[in-house]
């Protein structure tokens, strides 16, 4: 190992044992996420000005009931889109291990998808207008990623590139050389930073009110950082072709990236039309 080289924490995925029940860091990631998102979503729609003097697109009951809809999305969407996206042949001979996400496998650009039907659902049910209430979700999101990419640190998963740099670190089953902790580069732009931006939107240019602004921020945001970030991550890590450094997450970005664009015009062609 190099001596410039920072050691694995070697941290038990294994957070309680209570007999035969494990309660394991991975799944309390989750469930942090989930709720101090929900937390956070009360804290927004209890701010008056936020809503630029209009009423907030969900009551404090429906938040509650949206934390229901927003878990089963999440954990649906991310599991098959783990399965779907990045390794169908392994589960396609191992299928039981489909329902073994205590040992990771989460794929965010599936569960966005799951989440965004399961909102879309909630919204024409209690007849919200579904960007709005997109809005409103997205600016909790990054809570639970940065959770999530915490998580993958302490399973030793999704590591980088082998690097010089002084920071990089020995992980488990990846050999001698040091490589580039990739998942906390994710956790420090997709999570913190891709908060304080949107928190910057929401309060100091109230872009809660202008329906699928926060949300184009939030998706182009999230596809510009994670393109980023695929970039430190092993040559051969989920590459559809070894031929090209192009990694699925970068490719599975790309329509996020355009959509995010697109709700961004959206959202400033209805506040000019509005001002005419």
């Known amino acids: 190992m190099s001596l410039l080289a920072i050691p694995y924490p070697h941290i038990d995925p294994v957070a309680l044992q209570l007999g035969p029940i494990a309660i394991r860091w991975y799944g309390l990631a989750y469930a942090a996420g989930l709720i101090l ?3 956070y979503l009360k804290r ?7 809503w630029g003097g209009g009423k907030p697109v969900m009551t404090a009951e429906d938040i509650d009931e949206l934390l229901l809809w927003m878990a089963g999305g999440v954990v649906l969407g ?3 889109g783990h399965v779907l996206f990045y390794e169908p042949a392994y589960y396609l001979e191992n299928p039981l291990q489909i329902f073994a996400i205590w040992r990771g496998g989460m794929a965010f650009h599936g569960g966005f998808l799951g989440s965004a039907i399961a909102l879309f659902i909630f919204a024409r049910l209690k ?3 579904f960007l709005s209430v997109t809005d409103l979700v ?4 990054p809570i639970g990623l940065f959770f999530g990419r915490m998580a993958n640190f302490v399973n030793g998963e999704i590591v980088g590139t082998v690097t010089d740099m002084p920071w990089g670190m020995v992980f488990p089953g990846w050999g001698d050389a040091p490589r580039h902790p990739a998942m906390l580069y994710e956790a420090a732009l997709e999570g913190i930073a891709l908060f304080l931006i949107l928190r910057y939107l929401t309060h100091s240019k ?3 009110t202008r329906a699928g602004l926060t949300t184009g921020v939030f998706m182009v945001g999230y596809a510009l950082f994670r393109i980023f970030c695929e970039l430190f991550k092993i040559m051969d890590y989920r590459q559809f072709s070894p031929d090209y450094p192009i990694t699925k997450g970068m490719v599975y970005s790309l329509p996020m990236l355009a959509l995010g664009l697109w709700f961004i015009v959206l959202a400033r062609r209805r506040q000019q039309q509005a001002s005419t």
């Open 206 to 208: 109230l872009s809660l």
């Open 127 to 129: 007849g919200m207008v």
């Open 78 to 80: 991310g599991r098959l």
């Open 44 to 50: 927004l729609i209890a701010a008056a000005r936020l």
């Open 37 to 39: 998102g929900w937390l």
């Open 138 to 141: 997205v600016t909790a999101v």
